[in-house]
């Protein structure tokens, strides 16, 4: 089985120097760079025109940026240490998240389906969940992982469940219902870059410093298989919305999409040289798996007709 893809659109020099950060919704393309502003491509329009800039938003650049399912919150993290909410119908400035730690050490973010809850990664270790129905912005659960960099973090669909991946290559699942720690998870030795619970929460997805993609079994802990392929660290992973399908970015200027049915490689894009610090699927539309790419450029893809097969 394979899966061939067409570039649809690039956008070159969408930001003044290279792009971390990526959101998704249904509308908007979020993107982040290490200049200051915060920009809003289209997502359903095929020119993918620029709807909006939030100026200023992070003065020393933005390194992370989740949106909720639902398209209505955003929220950033910047190299200066701010975490900024964004209102994506009004297309506003929407609060600040205060957290203990001192400015600066926040790096990790993940934001529930719904908005409501904002999962964040510091700098020592610490990983904390905060409550953004109204402010002040409550902090709800607060994780130790034995003073280890944060350096990503994720949510399960429903929000029970959070995940966290550390520059040791510590992964830790939580349950936030009981505030209790449920999986050290064991076999990743360098710096884990991306972690991602899939649509039904079974599985989680993790990638890192260590060129393989280890899925584990949520439930028991356990390494249920890999992937192998990349040939240097791999930035971001994520899922199809049905599940089926995982895509990384790496170092090494490819993204892959993986089949979880066959526990293979099905389609690898390598049109750049250069890292790409981010892939994500984007909101299914017909029967066709389309998705972004960000790095020097914004690139958007989509499937081929027909493809699938093979």
Same mark, same amino acid.
């Given at each position: ?44 329009? %095929? ?6 800039? #939030? ?21 950033? %993290?910047?190299?200066?240490? &701010? ?33 409501? $809850? ?15 129905? *109204?402010? @002040? ?24 469940? %959070? %995940? &966290? ?6 992964? !830790? ?10 999986? &050290?998870?064991?076999?990743?030795? *360098? ?7 899939? @649509? ?15 899925? !584990?079994?949520?439930? =028991? ?13 791999? #930035? ?26 066959? $526990? ?7 049109? =750049?040289?250069? @890292? ?7 909101? *299914?539309?017909? &029967? ?11 690139? !958007?893809? $989509?499937?081929? =007709? ?5």
């Amino acid at each position: 089985m394979s899966k061939q893809y067409l570039t649809a659109h690039t956008i070159d020099n969408a930001h003044e120097s290279s792009i971390y950060a990526l959101g998704i919704t249904a509308d908007y393309t979020l993107t982040g760079s290490g200049s200051s502003a915060i920009k809003l491509h289209s997502t359903k329009d %095929a020119a993918h025109p620029l709807v909006h800039t #939030f100026i200023d938003a992070h003065k020393l650049g933005c390194h992370h940026i989740a949106a909720s399912k639902t398209g209505k919150r955003a929220i950033s %993290a910047g190299f200066e240490g &701010s975490l900024k909410i964004w209102d994506l119908e009004n297309l506003e400035a929407n609060g600040e998240i205060s957290d203990a730690n001192k400015g600066g050490q926040v790096w990790a973010i993940a934001l529930s389906a719904d908005g409501s $809850r904002c999962l964040t990664g510091s700098h020592n270790g610490r990983v904390r969940i905060w409550d953004l129905d *109204k402010e @002040p912005f409550l902090q709800l659960r607060d994780y130790e992982t034995k003073n280890i960099f944060t350096l990503c973090v994720d949510l399960s669909a429903d929000a029970k469940l %959070a %995940a &966290s991946g550390h520059e040791n290559g510590g992964v !830790y699942i939580f349950n936030n219902e009981t505030g209790r720690m449920l999986h &050290s998870l064991t076999g990743l030795m *360098k710096p884990v870059r991306s972690i991602s619970f899939s @649509p039904s929460s079974k599985l989680l997805a993790v990638c890192g410093d260590f060129q393989v993609i280890a899925v !584990y079994d949520v439930h =028991s802990g356990e390494q249920v298989f890999n992937f192998t392929g990349h040939t240097s660290w791999v #930035f971001s992973i994520g899922w199809s919305e049905t599940g089926q399908f995982l895509v990384t970015s790496s170092f090494d200027g490819k993204t892959k999409i993986w089949s979880m049915d066959t $526990r293979t490689c099905v389609t690898t894009l390598g049109e =750049s040289n250069q @890292p790409i610090f981010c892939a994500s699927f984007l909101p *299914k539309i017909g &029967s066709g798996e389309n998705l972004v790419t960000i790095g020097t450029a914004i690139t !958007y893809y $989509r499937e081929a =007709s027909g493809a699938g097969t093979g």
